[in-house]
């Protein structure tokens, strides 16, 4: 069987590509007997936000993102090494026109996720919905969704219409499995019946991916009161950094600009340097979904999970969902972005963190059987005279 996965692997996003290779790897182990490819689809939307540079208005009339730059050179790099690629569909951001060359691929079965693949936002990873990732109108090949997630958008970022149509299209998938309670939430309420709704952890959680993942030189031992933080607010970043270092942490910046008290990271770094860095940390404040995976799988240290209002106005963030499926629920903080972060913040977390055994993997083991079992439903689906 010929096996497409539809996903977000071209993002300058380390999170995205690592949710592709893993979830290739994990599908390439639970179906051997079949070809599985990445369908490496490359919209204008996405080949624009791959750009190094920018426009200016002085000579040399661009500005170099070394940063930028350096990091899709490295991703790139690894979608190379790694991951199985369908020839490049390089096309506009048409729907009905992607469609048609999709079709033309001669899928037997397309896997859509997993990552924010059902994102509904204007400025997320696809185009503007109704897109590519809800296979409108595609009924030459079995539609499995894997791990999908709307993550922050939902039916308030459409119109009614829209909204009822993507329901339509999600609701002709042969298997539904979303990896977060509020995309669940989502497509309950809007009447796709529970029985075909599945939940399917993320497939960073699913496979070792210790084979690509390497710390840089200057962190291959792990430093004793080395902290990360990668939070998306400014404000927080300083706060929480300067709460950090009053405890006696060096603290390494993971997302975004750095400021004058972190260390920064190297741009020039690998891909592999980039994940293997998280294995460094004693301790971890961040915003990302996938920054807490690589911590929680490479050490056996406490993360502290901020949970943005600006980005989640419901307390649903996948990240909450993630921590209480791993009963770490009482990890997560609540960022009021209006508010300065209490002046305790990062000992309250710590001392809370005390009570917890980090090196017990147990959770993350039961999602990983429990993902295994939900794949014998999948495969069913795509081999049913095996699966009877």
Same mark, same amino acid.
């Given at each position: 069987?010929?096996?497409? +996965?539809?996903?977000?692997?071209?993002?300058?996003?380390?999170?995205? =590509?690592?949710?592709?290779?893993?979830?290739?790897?994990?599908?390439?182990?639970?179906?051997?007997?079949?070809?599985?490819?990445?369908?490496?689809?490359?919209?204008?939307?996405?080949?624009?936000?791959?750009?190094?540079?920018?426009?200016?208005?002085?000579?040399?009339?661009?500005?170099?993102?070394?940063?930028?730059?350096?990091?899709?050179?490295?991703?790139?790099?690894?979608?190379?090494?790694?991951?199985?690629?369908?020839?490049?569909?390089? #096309?506009?951001?048409?729907?009905?026109?992607?469609?048609?060359? #999709?079709?033309? $691929?001669?899928?037997?079965?397309?896997?859509?996720?997993?990552?924010?693949?059902?994102?509904?936002?204007?400025?997320?990873?696809?185009?503007?919905?109704?897109?590519?990732?809800?296979?409108?109108?595609?009924?030459?090949?079995? $539609? +499995?969704?894997?791990?999908?997630? &709307?993550?922050?958008?939902?039916?308030?970022?459409?119109?009614?219409?829209?909204?009822?149509?993507?329901?339509? @299209?999600?609701?002709?998938?042969?298997?539904?499995?979303?990896?977060?309670?509020?995309?669940?939430?989502?497509?309950?309420?809007?009447? +796709?019946?529970?029985?075909?709704?599945?939940?399917?952890?993320?497939?960073?959680?699913?496979?070792?991916?210790?084979?690509?993942?390497?710390?840089?030189?200057?962190?291959?031992?792990?430093?004793?009161?080395?902290?990360?933080?990668?939070?998306?607010?400014?404000?927080?970043?300083?706060?929480?950094?300067?709460?950090?270092?009053?405890?006696?942490?060096?603290?390494?910046?993971?997302?975004?600009?750095?400021?004058?008290?972190?260390?920064?990271?190297?741009?020039?770094?690998? @891909?592999?340097?980039?994940?293997? =860095?998280?294995?460094?940390?004693?301790?971890?404040?961040?915003?990302?979904?996938?920054?807490?995976? #690589?911590?929680?799988?490479?050490?056996?240290?406490?993360?502290?999970?901020?949970?943005?209002? @600006?980005?989640?106005?419901?307390?649903?963030?996948?990240?909450?969902?993630?921590?209480?499926?791993?009963? #770490?629920?009482? &990890?997560?903080?609540?960022?009021?972005?209006?508010?300065?972060?209490?002046?305790?913040?990062?000992?309250?977390?710590?001392?809370?963190?005390?009570?917890?055994?980090?090196?017990?993997?147990?959770?993350?083991?039961?999602?990983?059987?429990?993902?295994?079992?939900? &794949?014998?439903?999948? $495969?069913?689906?795509?081999?049913?005279?095996?699966?009877?």
């Amino acid at each position: 069987m010929k096996i497409g +996965i539809l996903t977000f692997h071209r993002e300058i996003n380390d999170g995205s =590509v690592l949710q592709a290779f893993c979830l290739q790897q994990f599908l390439s182990e639970q179906l051997p007997g079949d070809h599985i490819e990445i369908i490496d689809y490359m919209p204008q939307h996405v080949r624009r936000k791959r750009r190094w540079f920018r426009l200016a208005k002085r000579p040399p009339f661009y500005a170099f993102n070394r940063s930028k730059y350096y990091k899709k050179k490295s991703l790139d790099a690894i979608l190379k090494q790694k991951l199985k690629l369908s020839n490049p569909l390089k #096309l506009s951001d048409d729907c009905q026109e992607a469609l048609q060359a #999709l079709e033309a $691929k001669g899928y037997d079965a397309i896997i859509v996720g997993s990552d924010t693949v059902w994102d509904t936002r204007p400025n997320a990873g696809a185009p503007q919905a109704p897109n590519l990732f809800f296979l409108p109108g595609m009924n030459a090949a079995k $539609k +499995i969704a894997f791990a999908a997630s &709307m993550d922050k958008g939902g039916p308030r970022h459409v119109s009614r219409p829209v909204w009822q149509e993507l329901i339509q @299209y999600m609701n002709n998938f042969d298997y539904i499995s979303v990896r977060d309670q509020a995309t669940l939430q989502y497509l309950k309420d809007s009447g +796709i019946k529970e029985e075909r709704l599945n939940f399917m952890p993320d497939p960073t959680l699913l496979y070792d991916f210790s084979d690509i993942a390497a710390p840089p030189a200057e962190f291959a031992a792990k430093a004793e009161k080395l902290a990360g933080v990668a939070v998306s607010s400014h404000k927080l970043k300083q706060e929480a950094t300067a709460q950090l270092i009053s405890q006696g942490y060096t603290v390494i910046n993971l997302l975004g600009a750095a400021i004058d008290t972190q260390i920064e990271t190297n741009p020039t770094w690998t @891909y592999g340097q980039r994940l293997g =860095v998280y294995a460094s940390l004693s301790y971890m404040v961040t915003d990302r979904f996938h920054g807490s995976i #690589l911590t929680l799988k490479q050490t056996d240290s406490p993360v502290m999970l901020v949970e943005p209002d @600006y980005f989640y106005p419901e307390k649903n963030s996948k990240g909450r969902d993630l921590f209480n499926r791993l009963g #770490l629920g009482a &990890m997560v903080w609540r960022y009021e972005s209006e508010k300065p972060a209490p002046d305790d913040l990062i000992e309250s977390f710590r001392e809370q963190s005390i009570k917890i055994d980090w090196s017990d993997k147990s959770a993350q083991k039961s999602l990983a059987l429990y993902a295994r079992r939900k &794949m014998a439903e999948i $495969k069913s689906i795509l081999h049913p005279r095996a699966g009877s």
